[in-house]
């Protein structure tokens, strides 16, 4: 039996790069090149990656609770999870079935109270000679409200965000049942060498999101149920439907405050002046009871984020992803400070600074006189 005879030719092809440095380049290629695949996708994933985001959130908020339950429950961590999860879901209900009737009468009412205060309020302008002309700022007026209408028709029931919102409730209990696995799934994306500082990074980063977030909630109790009830007490219209709203806007720091607010004057004064002058008084008393105690009180145990820097995030995040990046955008930069604090640590303690939460030395400078010396 005789074998095939095989010539091989073992001159280098004219593909085959022998050249280390062609290598190198070619190796640093490869990387820019991947970094801008990757970019192009989340520019054109943003939108699942932020539901994503959102699911997160949730979960932060169920697994804050369970941990507060069992805190004080020796319970399994399943039962602590089915006690908030019914908690939520039989809040939501009894809200909607005490209320639901009355919030979508009064959602309607509130529609046409702000239809009814532009076009006055464009007629007034349009008098004074300040605009050209009342049409014209009625159509300013009404595409300012545009964001007003959808927060009121996401309150009446929106139709459109039902998918998304099945979604983000879906992969948020998800992750609340089984936090170590996805942890550990993500742990198993990073080189093994870099996993000690990844998994305290994330660790941190949960802390600050359930801190963050249980600042958030309460502060949105407070501000809802207060503004109902001042409102209530001081006669102006629609005090049930303002404080549901008040509540849920204060989830969006600054931003929705000063929505609520524009909500809160507009149908007080279409009740009448003294409404309108009460109304105001108590926007600002809220605001300022939140803003000096109840939001630095908060901020001692979590990310204290300058006004600026989260107005900044959330007027970029709102332009480029709409209502959903408005509302994610502290959470995110919330977790974005987190890793960006880690790394100031580990660049520390590899020496290339100060040691964490330590001052740096005070530097002396002596100052040395010339002396003439002797003849």
Do not use: C
């Amino acid at each position: 039996m005789s074998k095939d005879q095989v010539s091989i030719v073992q001159e280098p092809g004219p593909n085959e790069m022998r050249d280390p440095v062609m290598r190198a380049e070619l190796r640093r290629a490869t990387v820019w090149f991947g970094l801008a695949i990757a970019a192009a996708l989340i520019v054109l994933l943003i939108q699942p990656l932020l539901l994503i985001f959102a699911g997160l959130v949730v979960a932060s908020m169920l697994d804050g609770g369970t941990r507060l339950i069992r805190r004080y429950l020796p319970i399994p961590r399943g039962f602590a999870l089915l006690i908030v999860v019914l908690l939520v879901i039989a809040f939501i209900g009894g809200v909607f079935y005490l209320t639901g009737v009355e919030i979508a009468a009064q959602a309607e009412q509130l529609r046409q109270t702000l239809e009814a205060q532009a076009a006055r309020l464009s007629g007034w302008l349009s008098e004074l000679g300040v605009m050209p002309g009342a049409a014209d700022l009625k159509g300013l007026a009404q595409q300012a409200l545009g964001s007003v209408g959808r927060v009121t028709s996401f309150i009446g029931g929106a139709i459109g965000a039902i998918g998304s919102f099945f979604l983000v409730m879906v992969i948020g209990l998800f992750v609340a049942m089984e936090p170590r696995i996805y942890e550990r799934g993500l742990q198993w994306m990073v080189p093994m060498q870099s996993r000690d500082q990844f998994a305290i990074t994330l660790a941190r980063m949960g802390r600050t999101m359930r801190i963050l977030l249980a600042g958030r909630l309460l502060g949105m109790l407070f501000e809802g149920v207060l503004t109902w009830i001042l409102l209530s007490i001081a006669g102006v219209p629609m005090a049930l439907l303002l404080g549901i709203l008040t509540g849920i806007l204060a989830f969006i720091p600054n931003i929705g405050a000063f929505v609520s607010g524009v909500l809160m004057v507009s149908v007080g004064f279409s009740a009448g002046v003294e409404p309108g002058l009460w109304a105001i008084a108590i926007y600002f008393g809220v605001q300022t009871f939140d803003g000096y105690v109840l939001l630095p009180l908060v901020a001692k145990h979590t990310v204290d984020m300058p006004p600026a820097l989260t107005v900044s995030s959330q007027i970029l995040m709102s332009t480029l992803f709409g209502f959903l990046g408005l509302a994610l955008a502290d959470p995110l930069v919330a977790m974005i400070k987190v890793a960006l604090e880690r790394k100031s640590e580990q660049a520390a303690e590899a020496g290339f600074g100060p040691e964490p939460d330590s001052d740096p030395p005070p530097k002396t400078i002596r100052s040395r006189r010339s002396r003439a010396k002797p003849a």
